[in-house]
């Protein structure tokens, strides 16, 4: 089991529309970016709403307080405990596996759902899952039982995409950013929180992993009645857009003898489709896409797993030694900073992307090898910390490189695609090398595993470096102008005149 990764996708997820997850791993990040499709206005900063404000703050304080599990960074530990009495191979290659294969069954339709029913039932939904989670770790014995909850659990990842949608339908372009970053820091806060009790209730409580597991049980049932009160909004990405709806119709009045087929062809999902053929041939887009695959592939498997190695590494006798809250809070803090510090990179991405890609990806590489070798607990809670950060301090810049140049619709629709295919990457993985039907290697093996699937994408990552950077110089004395020779913090996509506009008046490569 993984615990909570707002970072991300996702988490998870953590991305993020975030679909990513755990992990959540998973954070508003590329939301932030997304939904800025219109420029602030100072009139109409001015005349914001103080209707929304209520609602904006109720639905924060759902995401901390849906946050605070006190208990999940402690349930491998709980399985594996004499309370459970499951052995470490169930663990691994039976139980674990289920959450890869769930989450990436569900994320799809949990994806569209969360849209169509326009956000509150989708909360609704993870809050029930939640509960299932927590009675099944609570009374559950069986095996079945234990793979069950991990089912549950790749729903509750999936239906994260909800809450971070959620808070944009709340409030108008203008005010987007700063309700991200409200949304954002109170799940970050929850995590935080949440890490920090369990390990105070282990360590100086004295407590059992039943109470522990009782008392997350008690936060995620409130969690689930914040979530019934929360406000129903009236608008969504996709469906229920009544004014488009409408001027739509007035359309067909004019032109009643439009056929179906161009009807079809003029609708927006399908239009965004055909564009995605765009996006690909963007080399930054293609780039910043494919590390989001690959990369958020490894990190997320190693978040599934590295409970059950701490497990293995040091099987601590008394409750009270087991620290994985501590480190999933330091994670947590951590993982922030390196967030926030990626914000003010001054880099030519477009140059030297591939080469800091390559160079996080060796140093995680090699912080895989350490976690998979060493016999010091501590040894592998700290490269565990660092593996975190260095993928956190990507998130954000992966999410501005491929957010920048396309609309809010096309963006969720390529972040969603992105995350899609890396968890069919990981259910692929898991199913050859954790999965009792595939090799089923124990932990320690299935690090090495991921230490050579690091390794390969830093081979492939600086292979491409050089290939950027030699043709960069070899076209060096054809510029005419250095404007463009600055160093730069997060910029999109570059102009040129080979380059044609998408939908959203932005550009692509021409093919």
């Known amino acids: 089991m993984v615990a909570e990764d707002p970072n991300t996708s996702g988490d998870e997820l953590d ?3 975030n679909l990513t997850l755990p992990g959540v791993e998973n954070g508003d990040t590329e939301m932030d970016i997304c939904a800025s499709d219109s420029p602030p206005s100072p009139q109409a900063a001015q005349e914001e709403p103080r209707k929304w404000k ?24 709980y399985l594996l405990s004499m309370e459970k009495n499951f052995t470490r191979e169930q663990v691994t290659n039976e139980i674990t596996p289920v959450l890869t294969y769930s989450y990436m069954v569900v994320l799809v339709p949990a994806f569209l759902l969360t849209d169509f029913l326009r956000y509150k039932p989708v909360l609704v939904i993870q809050g029930l899952s939640q509960v299932v989670i927590w009675l099944l770790l609570l009374l559950g014995t069986s095996l079945l039982q234990m793979q069950l909850m991990e089912f549950f659990y790749g729903i509750t990842m999936a239906c994260r995409v909800a809450y971070s949608s959620y808070i ?12 991200a970053g409200y949304s954002r820091s109170s799940v970050l806060l929850g995590v935080f929180t949440s890490s920090v009790l369990g390990q105070l209730c282990l360590s100086l409580g004295n407590i059992t992993f039943y109470t522990l597991s009782t008392i997350s049980l008690g936060f995620v049932s409130f969690g689930l009645l914040l979530a019934l009160c929360l406000p129903w909004p009236k608008r969504s990405l996709f469906f229920n857009r009544s004014q488009e709806k409408a001027a739509k119709a007035e359309t067909d009045k004019i032109n009643p003898h439009k056929s179906s087929e161009s009807k079809w062809k003029d609708s927006a999902i399908v239009q965004m489709l055909l564009e995605l053929k765009h996006v690909v041939m963007v080399p930054n887009l293609r780039l910043w896409s494919l590390w989001w695959i690959f990369n958020s592939t490894g990190y997320y498997l190693v978040l599934f797993y590295v409970h059950i190695l701490w497990n293995k590494v040091y099987p601590a006798k008394e409750n009270k030694n087991v620290y994985n809250g501590g480190v ?7 993982s922030a900073l390196t967030s926030f510090i990626a914000g003010y990179a001054k880099i030519r991405w477009n140059v030297w992307g591939e080469l800091v890609i390559a160079v996080i990806t060796a140093l995680q590489a090699g912080l895989l090898l350490l976690m998979g070798t060493t016999n010091n607990i ?21 999410t501005f490189q491929i957010a920048s140049s396309l609309t809010k619709e096309l963006c969720a629709l390529v972040f969603g695609i992105n995350t899609f295919l890396g968890t069919i990457l990981k259910s692929t993985i898991s199913f050859i090398f954790s999965d009792k039907k595939g090799l089923g290697l124990d932990v320690h093996k299935q690090f090495l595993v991921y230490f050579i699937y690091f390794t390969l994408l830093t081979v492939v990552y600086f292979i491409s470096a050089a290939v950027v950077i030699i043709r960069h110089f070899r076209n060096q004395p054809d510029r005419r102008d250095g404007a463009n020779e600055m ?10 005149p ?4 998408l939908s959203n008046g932005k550009s692509v490569l021409k093919s």
Do not use: D, H, N
Not at 328 to 334: P, Q, R
Not at 378 to 398: E, G, K, S, T
Not at 498 to 501: A, D, R, S, Y
């Open 15 to 17: 991305g993020e529309r």
């Open 54 to 77: 209520f609602a904006v703050v109720f639905l924060c304080f759902y995401g901390f307080m849906a946050s605070i599990k006190p208990g999940e960074p402690f349930i491998t530990p």
């Open 168 to 179: 944009f339908s709340l409030v108008t372009p203008v005010l987007y950013q700063r309700v």
């Open 328 to 334: 999933e809070a330091a994670s947590t803090l951590l």
């Open 378 to 398: 501590w040894v592998c809670y700290v490269a565990y910390v660092l593996f975190r950060a260095f993928y956190q301090f990507l998130v954000p810049i992966a």
């Open 487 to 496: 160093s730069t913090e997060l910029t999109p996509v570059a102009a040129s």
């Open 498 to 501: 080979e380059m044609e506009p």
